[in-house]
């Protein structure tokens, strides 16, 4: 009873555990949805034909060598693309069914929904609580806010370590340690599906192993996807891996980006049907 | 393997160089030159007001900033219309100009697609703090003391406020839109990316970030302000007379006005050696004020000087 | 655990319509903001339409031979605009050649030369100088410049004279095309400066070299810039240059003159309303509208290099 509005996260952390055990690729439903999307800036298209299916509770990565429409592609699935205004989508993106990119859809609904977690760790130039209870506030979610707070930085491990000092400045923590004050930030608004930039690329290897671990007790309760340069972290956390390349456009000079293959982690890194996919993995071409 | 005694000795004229760089040290010493002049300008103007004016203020005290224009003798006149006309018309610059600035910023910055219109606002804003102070003055005439001369009731201070909240709006729009443009994006991002709004965004995150630039920026136009003096000529503030005996605030504005630049210049066209006196003094408290307010920006803007 | 109590189940497609009454909030703030910024263009607006009705009064009203007299006696029907115009030149030259050398010295030297802690005293100094009212510096053009510097190298110079405002006018421009030219030559990358001393050159070279010409448009602006401010500045002339109410034509700085600005507060001051002949009034809008037309001419000018200079780097 006494913290009705964060039961969803707890009913469906539990609903996980009392499997026994985490989902494997196959077995949930279709959180997002792509069918077809292909994305303008301005006249140029940046990617295109974009078809894949997320599902919950697993960690889809998305690699591919720089300049491959990767972090494009992920920002469509919040609508933050919106936010650049020659951006332009074409296609479906569905979200358990709804397109996202429909009629009378808030953009701002769909980010506290989808949350995101972005390759620089961003926290306000705020206290740490505050960074924290921002979100909750503006989308007028009831309760302790103390309490949603509280077991926000717990969910993103970082409670133990800031209990003491939540008045002080999120800046104030280390680049770790802020990345976790952004995830937590995140979490805060009850999002279901959580969108990650390349959060590690700014961290140091011991950092960036807590990110990882992190995202393996997360995925009980989140669906994540995950955008990432590293092959290596790609293999160790996700479930499902989707590898994009980029091919000249028909323009010339610049390039458009393309889904190669999208399948199982294991599949991608082991024996992929794909040729691209090949050298890519083993490092022959990227 | 030994170098040669000899090779070390060229080694070490030729890295020595040339004799001394002549021609540098001279361009060096003229462009120093040219900044100590600066200075030595800023200095003498100082001084030369200090000479003229001290006398008075320490001879008449609070007596001189409480006295009123008088401009048949000195031993009477003082400042206290101007010190109250400034007052009356900074009101409207802080009540008009800052918030209209700060909103236009807000909106150019954080909200306006990147459309024609957007862009003539833009450059219409630069011209319009391109256009000399005297201009304002002539708008100010046609459009507040005469269109409006039911409202504003002709050369008061209300018409000279709005005048120069007028004048002063560019500046605000352009160090408010600068200062906004100093905020990094992945704040806006962090914004949205939890669900909130532009608006949410922009008065949680944005604002607060740039809120030092801002204020520094109004801080100085507040001090622009001070020291304007044309525009309110054609307004017609050399006449004004601030009843300062004790009427309401709505009669004070409603009436003819002066400022304190403006007491300055009726009294530098008197041509006595007393008023020249005077004069300095009332320059002394102008520039007082406004170096007041200068130091006050320069200190906000080094105290939050914020690196990201 | 107790039993979870779930919040009401919104179907999804519902629920990612938002909260009407937040979106409705939020587009009503921004029509607030668009107001605001609309306001400039109002002010633009009502700047043109107050200058342009009454200037086109007086051109089509005034006899045009009134136009090419001797001098300019608004309130004796006698508009010479060649006096006005070309004392307007003469201030603003002199100016110039006061603010020129002394901006781009202090803005070089600030730039390439002042070690931090000395920029750092020496800027806000500027910024002071930059400051003060233009009332002020015409008061000090009339106790000391004319005095102490036109009147000793210019023998025969009356007390009022052109030359007086325009070095006054110089030291009001001098911090300015300082402040605008410094930023053009900080904004030079370092890799610049670097390329110049790796291939051995001294420091003036790179500086007169390769920082200058790299900055050259934000130079030419802030110069630009400083003829606009000099052309419209109002009071150091209005009190320095003498010629109230009206001048002959002159062209020797030593005497007497009349700009354009002045002209036009020696025309308010003394009433509320312009007194005068028939089309005294309407007049000083003809001349404002000039000014403005120049001033505007001016700053679309050097607002073309300036955007160069932010293509370049």
């Not at chain 1, 998305?62 to 491959?68: N, Q, R």
Request: with cysteine; aromatic share 8%.
């Amino acid at each position: 009873m006494e913290t009705a509005t964060l039961t969803p996260i707890v009913q469906r952390g539990l609903r996980a555990r009392e499997r026994g055990g985490p989902f494997v690729p196959g077995e949930g439903r279709t959180v997002i949805e792509m069918a077809d999307l292909s994305v303008y800036y301005g006249d140029f298209r940046a990617v295109r034909d974009i078809s894949l299916k997320v599902e919950e509770h697993l960690i889809t990565a998305f690699i591919g060598p720089s300049g491959c429409g990767k972090t494009t592609v992920l920002r469509c699935l919040n609508r933050m693309n919106d936010l650049i205004e020659i951006a332009r989508v074409e296609g479906r993106v569905s979200y358990h069914g709804v397109d996202l990119y429909g009629k009378g859809i808030d953009p701002v609904e769909v980010r506290r929904r989808i949350g995101m977690v972005f390759q620089k760790p961003n926290p306000f130039p705020k206290s740490i609580y505050d960074n924290v209870s921002f979100g909750p506030k503006i989308a007028g979610i009831e309760g302790d806010m103390d309490e949603i707070v509280e077991l926000s930085l717990r969910k993103a491990a970082l409670w133990d370590e800031v209990k003491d000092r939540l008045k002080e400045s999120g800046m104030s923590l280390s680049g770790g340690q802020q990345q976790r004050l952004c995830i937590a930030r995140c979490i805060a608004v009850q999002p279901d599906v959580i969108l990650m930039d390349e959060p590690c690329s700014a961290l140091d290897p011991i950092a960036t192993a807590r990110i990882e671990d992190l995202m393996q007790e997360l995925k009980n309760d989140y669906s994540i996807v995950i955008v990432t340069h590293n092959m290596q972290q790609a293999a160790r956390v996700s479930d499902m891996t989707a590898f994009f390349t980029a091919e000249v456009a028909e323009s010339g000079d610049r390039r458009t980006g393309v889904l190669v293959e999208y399948d199982t982690t294991e599949k991608i890194f082991t024996n992929p049907s794909e040729e691209g996919t090949e050298n890519y993995v083993t490092g022959r071409f990227g | 393997m030994a170098i040669s005694p000899s090779t070390q000795d060229v080694v070490l004229a030729r890295l020595k160089g040339r004799r001394v760089d002549l021609k540098g040290v001279l361009f060096e010493a003229l462009l120093l030159l040219a900044l100590l002049l600066s200075l030595s300008i800023l200095i003498t103007l100082m001084a030369d007001v200090l000479r003229g004016g001290l006398g008075v203020l320490t001879e008449r005290g609070f007596g001189f900033l409480t006295a009123g224009l008088a401009t048949f003798s000195a031993d009477t006149a003082g400042v206290k219309q101007g010190i109250v006309g400034s007052m009356l018309t900074l009101v409207f610059v802080v009540l008009l100009a800052f918030p209209l600035g700060i909103g236009a910023a807000v909106y150019l910055e954080e909200y306006a697609p990147d459309t024609t219109f957007t862009r003539f606002i833009n450059v219409n804003i630069r011209n319009l703090a391109g256009v000399p102070s005297i201009v304002y003055g002539l708008l100010g005439l046609a459009l507040f003391v005469e269109v409006f001369r039911p409202l504003t009731g002709g050369t008061t201070a209300i018409s000279g406020g709005l005048t120069l909240a007028v004048l002063v709006l560019p500046i605000v729009v352009i160090t408010a839109a600068e200062a906004l443009r100093a905020v990094p994006d992945s704040i806006r991002e962090a914004g949205f990316g939890v669900g909130a709004t532009r608006w949410e965004v922009v008065r949680s995150h944005v604002l607060p970030s740039a809120a030092p630039g801002i204020l520094t920026g109004t801080v100085l136009s507040i001090s622009r302000a001070l020291g304007e003096t044309a525009p309110l000529l054609l307004v017609g503030a050399i006449t004004g007379y601030i009843a300062t005996g004790g009427q309401s605030l709505v009669e004070q504005m409603r009436s003819s006005f002066t400022t304190l630049p403006t007491v300055v210049y009726s009294y530098a066209r008197l041509p006595s050696q007393d008023f020249r006196e005077v004069t300095s003094a009332a320059i002394i408290v102008l520039l007082a004020v406004i170096l007041l307010v200068n130091a006050i920006a320069i200190v906000l803007r080094n105290r939050y000087e914020r690196k990201w | 655990m107790t039993q979870a109590v779930l919040p009401p189940q919104i179907p999804i497609a519902e629920a990612l319509k938002g909260d009407p009454s937040r979106r409705r909030r939020e587009n009503f703030i921004r029509r607030l903001f668009l107001g605001a910024a609309a306001v400039s263009v109002l002010i633009s607006a009502a700047i043109v339409l107050s200058l342009v009705g009454r200037a086109v009064t007086f051109i089509t009203n005034v006899d045009l031979g009134a136009l090419w007299t001797s001098g300019w006696f608004p309130r004796r029907g006698l508009f010479d605009i060649k006096t006005i115009v070309v004392g307007t030149l003469i201030v603003s030259l002199i100016a110039m050649v006061v603010a020129i050398p002394l901006g781009l010295g202090c803005a070089v030297y600030l730039s390439e030369y002042a070690r931090p802690r000395v920029r750092r005293l020496l800027k806000p100094i500027l910024e002071i100088l930059a400051g003060i009212p233009s009332v002020v510096l015409g008061f000090f053009a009339i106790t000391f410049i004319s005095p102490q510097i036109v009147q000793r190298f210019f023998s025969g110079s009356s007390l009022f004279n052109m030359m007086a405002a325009g070095i006054g006018v110089g030291v009001l421009v001098t911090p300015l095309i300082a402040s605008i030219s410094e930023d053009a030559m900080r904004a030079v990358p370092a890799s610049l400066r670097e390329a110049a001393y790796g291939v051995g050159a001294r420091k003036r070279t790179t500086t007169v070299k390769v920082v200058f010409p790299a900055a050259i448009s934000g130079i030419v602006a802030s110069i630009i810039v400083g003829v606009s401010r000099a052309i419209g500045e109002t009071m150091v002339v209005a009190i320095a240059a003498g010629a109230t109410g009206g001048s002959i034509f002159q062209l020797d700085p030593s005497q007497p003159g009349q700009t354009m600005t002045a002209a036009m507060t020696s025309l308010a001051i003394g009433s509320d309303q312009v007194k005068g002949g028939e089309f005294t009034f309407e007049s000083l809008f003809f001349v404002g509208f000039l000014l403005f037309a120049i001033t505007l001419a001016l700053n679309i000018m050097s607002e073309r290099f300036v955007r160069r200079v932010r293509e370049k780097y």
